[in-house]
């Protein structure tokens, strides 16, 4: 049974910074590209980052470009994302997906974690 787990998530003032992890089971982890994906309240879930399954290619949304860092250790089954200056509009629930294709699309992700609450307060 494929399981994703993401921690990490809280509440941080504006221009904070948190580290999500994901860790990983029941796949071949260094096998897989790894996605996140947010959702805010009354929005459609939206495309974050992804990084491929040996770590040497990373794409990012326009809207986290230069703030956040996607990156994973396959030792470890795990990936992470680094959000820097954080502001209000990423206040989501953030997912982590597993997925043998590349893009942009959830449709490219198989396998999805429960999220967990980022909150930003301005």
């Known amino acids: 049974q494929v399981q994703l787990v993401e921690s990490g998530g809280g509440l941080v003032q504006a221009g904070g910074s948190l580290k999500l992890s994901c860790a990983a089971s029941?796949?071949?982890?260094?096998?897989?590209?790894m996605g996140w994906f947010r959702q805010a309240p009354g929005a459609e879930r939206e495309f974050v980052t992804e990084?491929?399954?040996?770590?040497?290619?990373?794409i990012y949304a326009d809207a986290v470009k230069g703030r956040f860092t996607v990156s994973r250790d396959n030792a470890k089954n795990t990936v992470y994302l680094q959000m820097d200056s954080l502001k209000a509009e990423d206040t989501a629930a953030y997912y982590c997906?597993?997925?043998?294709?590349?893009?942009?699309?959830?449709?490219?992700?198989?396998?999805w974690g429960q999220g967990t609450q980022v909150t930003v307060s301005s």
């Open positions: 990084i491929s399954w040996d770590g040497r290619n990373t």
């Open positions: 997906a597993a997925g043998n294709g590349w893009g942009r699309m959830s449709s490219a992700f198989r396998h």
């Open positions: 029941g796949l071949t982890f260094g096998g897989h590209n």
